[in-house]
């Protein structure tokens, strides 16, 4: 809290008070700014770092929560906060009435959210959600005075479930203590309720508690934020907001609405069948993807986007006849997807066999995988990745670079932008009866014949599917850029 800024802007209130029992002029500036003299040193508190105020008899205690930077240079290597209070003493009641009010009214003009619906999945990543959320979440939202109604998840797709029927007019946004999961749900259910042009306007906020932590570690990291439950839970009191974009995935009437994913292949394979292994932790991924390298699969199949502006070069034209019934549904009042029409667009396409196909709307896939290091939240396109042709050492080599994008660079990958997409999955080349996985956002979408439990039933069919974008439809609480 010291002051080096010195550029100052106007005072709001400046009045002389007791703080540490010494009269010191304290001024709040239009910019949420206050500022004081302690020990004959200069201090300031910014609006940002104000989590709320009360009154206490003839004081005022200020909550605030403040970033401790590490090491001699800050950038990036911040994000740990520390809780500091500061209390102040007007010299009359009139003086006292008047800084709550000024304060008040500050406070108000941020457009902080209030009150919040929080799911919190007890079961998710390493069962930790319910402790985090304790110790770590709900004292900071009860210090900035958000009122929170609380439910913890009961099995799976209850998320869903809840947000269809909750009354979303009583909160200013919903906030999932869990993995990317429970997120899924949430859009899900909002996209199918009758009034979802509303109901996705409500800001949803994400703190990490599953394995699968991308949407978060995508927001916090460009910032220079680390993936922790204190600096979302900080991002949410906040208050700022971004749009997101969400893709549709169609199968005929079937819908199923992604923020994050669709992997078919390599990764799909991957992440669906290293479940046998959950024993093993983070390191499953690992150890079965090196297994899956070593007995490398390929996929026959084609697939067809639409190129974003600048990647007409990738792939071969390419004729697409679409499912018309995928658009219409009389039936079901919930969103139906964007009106894009498909058939008046310049679609390219390439052949199998493929050893991966992955789509991403955001750059991290988990948080120790950036997947996409070009995706853009509401840019209107996801980014996809194919590779193809790939000798198992490159491959090795390839997804060793996961963790910081740079695979993306291989010259057995393919890493392009597109604004609609078409999957025609096929066989397994080495075994021709033998057909794939298709996942999205971590969940099975389509099982193939033959593949790992493909006794259990998946909502859609291993056949062609078709994904379109509406950009930026849903909305997520977002830190704000920092200036490093
Ligand atoms: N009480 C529960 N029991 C079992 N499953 C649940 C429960 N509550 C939620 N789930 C399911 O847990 C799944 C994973 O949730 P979450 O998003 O928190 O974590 P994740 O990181 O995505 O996944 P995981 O930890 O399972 O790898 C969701 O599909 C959700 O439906």
């Given at each position: 809290m010291d002051l080096t800024e010195q550029v100052l802007s106007p005072a709001i209130i400046s009045d002389r008070v007791l703080i540490n029992g010494v009269v010191t002029p304290l001024t709040l500036t239009t910019d949420g700014e206050l500022r004081w003299t302690e020990s004959g040193r200069r201090k300031s508190t910014v609006a940002n770092e104000i989590l709320s105020f009360v009154e206490e008899g003839n004081k005022v205690r200020v909550k605030t929560v403040v970033e401790r930077r590490g090491g001699i240079c800050c950038r990036g290597s911040s994000g740990d906060y520390i809780r500091k209070d500061f209390v102040f003493e007007p010299l009359s009641n009139e003086s006292r009435k008047l800084w709550c009010d000024k304060l008040r009214e500050k406070l108000e003009s941020l457009g902080r959210p209030k009150r919040l619906f929080v799911i919190v999945n007890p079961f998710g990543g390493k069962k930790s959600a319910r402790k985090i959320f304790v110790e770590e979440v709900k004292p900071l939202f009860e210090d900035a005075q958000i009122q929170l109604e609380i439910q913890e998840t009961k099995y799976q797709l209850h998320a869903k479930e809840i947000v269809k029927s909750m009354d979303v007019s009583k909160y200013d946004g919903i906030v999932c203590v869990s993995g990317d999961g429970v997120l899924v749900e949430v859009v899900n259910g909002l996209l199918e309720r009758e009034d979802w042009r509303t109901a996705l306007k409500l800001p949803i906020g994400m703190v990490p508690a599953g394995s699968g932590n991308g949407m978060i570690k995508s927001l916090l990291d460009p910032v220079g934020l680390p993936c922790s439950a204190t600096s979302a839970t900080i991002s949410i009191i906040r208050g700022r907001t971004r749009s997101l974009d969400v893709a549709t995935i169609s199968q005929g009437t079937t819908k199923f609405f992604s923020v994050l994913m669709l992997a078919w292949g390599l990764i799909a394979d991957i992440d669906i069948e290293s479940e046998k292994f959950r024993w093993m932790g983070g390191a499953r991924f690992d150890v079965y993807g090196l297994q899956r390298i070593i007995c490398l699969r390929q996929y026959n199949g084609r697939i067809l986007f639409v190129p974003?502006?600048?990647?007409?070069?990738?792939g071969q034209p390419g004729t697409c006849s679409l499912d018309n019934e995928s658009s219409v549904s009389d039936k079901v009042l919930g969103y139906q997807g964007p009106d894009t029409k498909l058939e008046d667009l310049q679609w390219r396409e390439i052949k199998g066999p493929f050893v991966s196909v992955w789509l991403h709307n955001v750059p991290w896939g988990a948080e120790n995988t950036l997947a996409a290091p070009d995706a853009k939240f509401s840019d209107g396109f996801l980014d996809l990745i194919v590779t193809k042709d790939c000798p198992k050492l490159a491959l090795l080599s390839l997804m060793t670079k996961l963790s910081d994008g740079t695979h993306v660079r291989s010259p057995y990958a393919s890493y392009l932008k597109v604004k609609a997409f078409v999957l025609e999955p096929g066989a397994r080349i080495d075994e021709p009866d033998k057909e794939g996985i298709i996942d999205s956002d971590g969940e099975v979408l389509a099982r193939g014949r033959r593949t790992y439990k493909c006794d259990q039933k998946a909502l859609m069919s291993y056949d062609k599917l078709q994904i379109t974008i509406d950009q930026g439809l849903a909305t997520l609480f977002s830190p704000e850029e920092k200036l490093i």
């Open positions: 974003a502006p600048g990647f007409e070069s990738y």
